[in-house]
Every structure is written in C-alpha cells, then in structure tokens.
C-alpha cells in the first residue's frame, strides 16, 4: 500500500526532466509556498514559504548587521521629480513602474511612483543628513517591498511585487566604496554557500547587464537544476553618479567639500525559488536545514491498539528535539496514512524524517530518513537527538558538496564556436570562454543562442594569453562565463 | 564645563511642560529616531528607530508565534471589486485609498488601491483555500506596510504610510473566533506590560469608534505622559461580516455547509509612538530595557595621559558585556566631550550609562548611572557584568512600576459634569463614568469637551447598580472611560 500511495503522490508533480518549469510551478504550488492572485503577476507567500523567506531573511540580516550596517526605513512612494533624476536609472525603471495619480476622489499635484528601488528617495534624504566626513562611512540596509511590472512574471522568480533587503552606502573615498561593494559581494557569497548550500560565481555583469544608473554592477550567480543560471544578488558600485544629482556633499577633513561615493546592494524573495530550482529533486523540494521551517519531521505509525503508546513516545522525541532547539513538527493528522505523510513532507523538503511504530517501540528505537539521500536507519530513542543534531549538519554539508560537484560537472570550457552551440543545446550550463568585450558579439551571441554573458568571474582574473572571442575570433578582453538564464 | 554643556543641551529640547507636542517632535528628530519625507506625511525611520522597531516587533512576534500563529505576505494591491464588497469597509476608507492608475504610460483597466489594511484580499484568498473544517483554524498573520491618508499627521503616531502587522484568523465556531479576539487581546496587554512597560487597559470601543465592518472592536488604551490617551492596539471579532460577501464557505463536521468566523487584529510603529510619550521625560527618551536598541552605553573620561589605558579598559568592558548579551555601545568619538555623551545618551534613552576614568581605574572600578532615576553609584569592575544583568531587570520593573503608578495617579472617578469638565481640563488623564451608551450622549461630550470613550474596560464588569450617566443622567448602560486622546 505505501508503495501505491507513493506511485500516486509522485504522479502529482510534473516531471522535472520533461517539463523544469512545470515542475517548478508544482512545487511551489503544492508545497504551499506561494500562491497566485487576482492582481497580475502578484503573489501570496503562504506561511510555509513565508517561514522559509523569514529564516533565509534573518540569517542574511545577521551577516548584514555583523559587517556594521543598521535597518532603516523609507517611503514607498517616489515623487516623479525624485525619479527623473538620474537619467539612465529613471529610463532603466519607468516603463515598469505604477503611478498613484490620485486619493480617494482627490487629485494629487505630483504623481507618485511605487518604489522599484529606493535609490533616488534615499540619495534624497542622505543629502540632508550628510555635512562632514564625520557622517562616514553612511551604512543603512532596508528590508522593503518594491514592485516592477514586469511582462512575464513567475512565482518567487520575476513577480510584479518583491520582498527584498537594499542596501544604500556612502564613502569618503571611491577605494572605500569599491570595497564596500565586494565586501557585500562576499557576503552574499558566503551566506549562499553557508545557508542556502548554494555555491555561486562572483563576477562582474556587462555593460548592457548592470544597474541602470551604476558605474560597475557586480553579481552572484547560481546553477539551477536545468542548467540554466540564475542571478541570485547585486552589488553596485555607483561612483558619484548619484551623488551628483542628488547633491550629497560633505566637508572632508581638508575642509575642501567633496561629494560622496555610493554602493547599492539587494537580493529578493527570488533567493526562493533559486533554493527550489537548485536543491529540488524529482520528489519535490529539498530544504538545508539552515534555514528550513521544520528540520525534523515526527511520523508515528498508528495502529489502533498501540496508538496511545505511539503517540506518547512520539510526543516526547518532539519535546526533547524542541527543548534542544530543533525546529520539530510532529504529524498527528488521523485522516492521512504513514505513506501519504512521508510523501507530503518529502515534497515539502524536510531534511529529517522520524518514523516510530509499535515494532520500533519494543525495539526501542526509531526510524531516521534524510531527503537529501535515499534510505534509512534505525537509531536508539536514546540516542535520537544527537544522531539528529549531527544528521542536520552532514545534511547541510552534504547539500552543498553535491552543489558544488554539480557546478563543477556542468561548467565547460569551450574553445570553437560549434562546441559552444553544441554544449548549450544539449548539456546546458555554464559555458566559459573568450569574449571580446564588445556589446555586438554579446548581442550576437544573444540572438543566435539566447544564452547571456553571466559574469565575468573574479576568481578566473585576467584571460589566458592568446585567448580569443569564442564568436567573433578576435583576442579576448575577458573570460566569461555564458549561459540561458532565467 | 559639564555643567554648561548640560544646560546647552537640554536647550535643544522645547518644554515638555509648555508644549508636549514640540517636545515630542524633538525627540523624535533629536534622538534619530525618525525624519520628515518630501511625501506628504511620509516619515523615514532611522537606523536608531528602526533598530527600536525591530526589537518591539519581534518581541511581539515571538508572542505572536508562540499562540499558534504563522505569518504569511499578502499582495500591497486591492483590487477595486475588493474593496467594495463589504460596505461599511470601504466607506471607511474609499477616502484615504490612494489609487494607482497606470503602469509606465498604459491605464490599468481596473483600478488598484494600495492596502489601507488587508481584509478583503485576504478573505478573498481565503475562500480559495478553506474547504473543510480541517482547514480550520487559519492562524495567519502578517508585517507589512499600509497606507491611509490621512488629514492630520505626526511622526510615528499618525502616517500615511506605516509599519504594522494584521493578524487575520477564521474560526469554525462564533465562540472560537470571540475567544480569538480576546485571547490577541490579551497577547497585545502583556506584550505591552512586559516587553514596554506601558500598562494598558483593555476594553471594547464603542459603536462611532469600531473597525470598519466588524461586529466588536476591543482595544488596549494607554496613558500617555500629558494626560492624553493613545490606543495602541486592536483586536476585532469580525463575525460573518466579510466570510458571506467573500463566500468564504466550509464543510462542517456534520456535512453542512457554513460560512467562517472571522477576527483580525493589530498594532503598528504607532507603538513608537507611545513609547516615546508614555515613557520620555524632559531629558528626552526612557527606553526600557527589553526593546532598547543600546542597552549600556560606555563613555570614557579621556584625558591625554591616560587615554590609551581608559580606552583599553573601556573596550575591555564592552567585550565582557557583548560576551553576555548585552547590547552594548563604546562611545569613542574623540570630538564630543564626556557631558555631550552623557546628555546626547540620556537623550536618546539608553537604561545604563557606565563611566571609565583614570580615576576610577586607580580604585578599579567603574560608575553606574540609570536613565529611569537620577544618580550614579561606583562599583567594582569584576562585578560590574553581573551588577549590569541586574540592573537592567530593576530598571525593567521600575519603569513598569512607574507607569503604573501613573495610570492610578492619572485615572478619576467622577460623579458630576461639572466635575467631569473640571477633571478633563486641569487634571486630564482617564476619567471613568457611567454612559448611557448612546451615540447622541457620546457625540454631544465630545464635541463639548473634545473627549472620546476610550472603551468599556473589560476588568469593570457591569456597571455598579444606580450608576447614571455623566451627561444625559440617565441610567448608565455602561461604566467606560473618557479622554482626550491622539
């Protein structure tokens, strides 16, 4: 029976190797992560997947917090004339952006966008707060909605609103500000890989990929379980092009007045569905227990005689792993089987399964399965919670080998144009090669094969002598790295 | 010197006595708690106010979780059709409903108000997903950001845009659901005892007063320092008022269909509001020390001869505290003087202040002064971990034993109008009478006096036999209490 059970339960997920984007869907869908709604492209982010944004959230923000940023907050609205000062950043966000043009019966003067980023409101308020070196280093982070009406939106990937952290820095010096751009860069890094058991590539985007109004846009980008990429976190150096318009000004210790140089840094609920799309097998969903909303899930196996005895035993592992700070979910649902329950919690990523029936019981033991491998094993009742505690750690940093060892298996070297075709059509990844720097051979190679230059990875510096364009055949500027991205 | 400084400092702050209202901007703009925006009524939070925010919020949301709530995120759109659904709903707030019209340069076809709160989206989503009992209860809450426009605004008290949560549950029984608005209620009453040392009375509004659409609105009512009431949370029993337009229907245990029963609830940074007013006094914030964002803060006495011993000691002490989870501050700016410091930090409420000298290191001690009383006492550096511990629990208890007091002192029972005008104009504070619960007799004492109900305390019970109404004389339906209030 439990084998029929399962049969059935996998059937309600859309194949992973037919259809990645189905299957995605389904899982978001059917883990009760989020849900759409009535307005277009906007989603509802049920409490298990709210759980989920708030653990990865919090672990981020203490990363943050730990490099000597502090949380604020500012408007959600944007009057246009703030908007429509730096001029490549209000061309990059106006034609996505919603206009408040009145309240209730009345007019405004001014219309008022939501904010797509805070970038303009917030140069606007440092102007007012910044007069002397001494007001510097300006580190502030904001954790706030935004929203972008983007055509084609997808759950947690590109939806119309966001959940996301921006952070805002001012600097007395452009080596400072610099800095502070790859140190949130390594930030992201680290949190990816420590939490998320994500392993990114930092690299620097092109010219035709950056913030719409910074001097360099750097990026963290991930391998999903397609072979397509995903960026997964921004961080800009804006130089003073902000600075500038805005008027952000201090007197520096020459008492000579300077403007300011910035940075700008975010990752999204997007982060979401990079954990889904590069942890998530064919049964569903794969949490590192990090920042999973339930760590260890209790199953009890009832039958009528024994049920009492189950269910006490089964309440006092859920008592004992809580008291050790374990995130413990002890499922009594009458109205399901044993089989459907290991199916349901297998879909929703759970990294730790306990099973205690009757026979265990006289066995004085329980059942332990881990999602991110097959099998399980039995363990003394005594022994449970230890087991359980290192099982979570070998299970995060299992997660994380297997992440790696999978970017490593589809990251290719290419040296002919063919070979690239050839290797993005049929084993997809990341494609590294020779690029010649210019934005027509990235366009180029865009139209004809819709993959993108990713980044230009920092650890790979510059390219090796002789390297050539991998399209185009002239010397190569840079390495990069070129895939199909969402 | 100190002595003038102090003097200078204190200038900075208008009068508490002569105008709270300016004293209250003061701080709030003083302390850096918060800012004026462009936007009309708009306020930025400061990385000290929101640091402030966030630890009353998760110390509310702790409270939250630990009764079974999770929270989720809801869309920041509402449809029109929404909004009108229910009809006293949106008439309460059709007018402060900023209208979003076009996206870039296209008209949406409908229009999308942005949440004043969030009980038409919610519902409407919630009749997708409850079908039958088992879905029941829903326990969801969420953070978010909310906007009314509102005609008269004041920081933290009164924005148009603000931060909030909105608890939104439904219930398979009109008593599970009256015992929910009850049971937040009385999360919100001990979160504010306990987490800010405001004592709040709980009761229930009256008719003029109550949410728009539920059946009952409950609130907490706090005193604030001028005499003045703010109500700083509520809880609504919603009844069947949003389930039947929403249709949010489900398969009772018996096979039949009926509709839920609903409640929501919520607090706002308004709380910040409050703290500010119920616990300042004239040298600006008092912080109690479970929220506050700097605990102890550390001020060395430099001179040049001892400075590098004073500032290696000082560092020393922050270490020992930050090891014992204190939130602590070394204030090292070498461009203030120590009695900038201490008034600077007195200002913006710190419980401890801990002074390092030359002097007090020779006798290997520190001196230990407190925000909620005056005066500073020396004690031994190796004690000074554990004094600090302690301290900051008495200071815990002492503001709440205050407020307390307060409240008593500043609660008056009347018996005639005249006395009732006298109270309200010289005393001010809660005065509590008896009410014929009429709408005509509420209206005709506030615009006569400019006092509301503030509730029907639930600790009161039925009205003492023979008791009359203040105004009208006639016989009390109810004893509640009056106040002017923000």
Redesign the interface.
């Known amino acids: 029976m439990a084998k029929g059970k399962k049969k059935a339960f996998e059937g309600a997920l859309a194949s992973r190797a037919e259809s990645f984007s189905d299957w995605y869907v389904d899982v978001v869908r059917k883990a009760e992560l989020a849900?759409y709604?009535?307005?277009r492209g906007?989603?509802?982010?049920?409490?298990y997947?709210?759980?989920l944004?708030?653990n990865v959230r919090d672990a981020l923000d203490r990363r943050i917090k730990a490099t000597g940023h502090?949380?604020?907050?500012?408007?959600?609205?944007i009057?246009e004339s703030?908007l429509t000062k730096e001029a490549e950043h209000v061309e990059g966000f106006?034609?996505?952006?919603?206009?408040?043009?009145?309240?209730?019966?009345e007019k405004l003067e001014e219309r008022?966008a939501?904010r797509p980023t805070s970038e303009t409101?917030i140069c606007?308020?440092y102007a007012?707060?910044i007069q002397s070196y001494?007001d510097l280093p300006v580190l502030?982070n904001q954790w706030?909605?935004v929203?972008r009406?983007e055509k084609r939106t997808r759950l947690f990937l590109r939806t119309t609103?966001f959940?996301w952290q921006e952070g805002h820095t001012c600097h007395r010096t452009r080596e400072e500000a610099v800095e502070e751009t790859l140190k949130m860069l390594r930030v992201y890094h680290d949190f990816l890989r420590e939490e998320l058991a994500i392993p990114p590539v930092m690299g620097l985007k092109s010219e035709s990929e950056k913030f719409a109004g910074a001097v360099d846009t750097y990026c963290v980008e991930a391998l999903m379980g397609d072979g397509w990429a995903l960026q997964v976190g921004t961080s800009h150096f804006l130089g003073q092009n902000f600075a500038k318009p805005f008027g952000i000004k201090f007197l520096d210790k020459d008492n000579v007045e300077r403007y300011v140089w910035q940075t700008s840094w975010g990752v999204s609920t997007r982060l979401i569905g990079a954990l889904i799309m590069a942890q998530g097998d064919d049964a569903g969903l794969r949490l590192p227990p990090r920042v999973a909303p339930i760590q260890v899930v209790i199953i009890p196996i009832i039958f009528d005689a024994t049920k009492e005895q189950v269910l006490a035993e089964a309440g006092r592992v859920r008592d004992t792993l809580e008291k050790a700070g374990v995130r413990v979910r002890l499922d009594d649902r009458d109205?399901h089987s044993p089989g459907f329950k290991f199916h349901d919690w297998e879909l929703r990523g759970v990294p730790v399964r306990v099973e205690i029936g009757p026979r265990d019981l006289e066995k004085g033991q329980a059942m332990l399965g881990r999602r991110d491998e097959r099998g399980k094993q039995p363990v003394a009742l005594e022994k449970l919670p230890g087991r359980v505690a290192e099982l979570l750690d070998e299970i995060q940093a299992n997660m994380l080998r297997q992440a790696e060892q999978y970017r490593a298996d589809n990251t290719t070297d290419v040296a002919t144009w063919d070979e690239f075709k050839e290797v993005l059509e049929n084993k997809k990844g990341f494609i590294r090669c020779g690029w010649d720097g210019t934005a027509e051979t990235e366009a180029l190679i865009k139209e004809e094969t819709k993959a993108t230059v990713r980044c230009i990875p920092l650890e790979d510096g510059d390219p090796p002598p002789g390297l050539k364009d991998i399209r185009s055949g002239q010397p190569a500027k840079h390495q990069a790295l070129f895939a199909r991205a969402y």
């Open positions: 849900d709604s009535d307005i906007c989603m509802i982010i049920r409490p997947g709210y759980t944004w708030e502090l949380n604020a907050y500012f408007p959600l609205f009057p703030y106006a034609p996505e952006v919603p206009w408040v043009t009145h309240v209730g019966e008022l939501i409101i606007a308020t007012k707060w001494r502030i706030a909605n929203v009406w609103e959940l109205w």
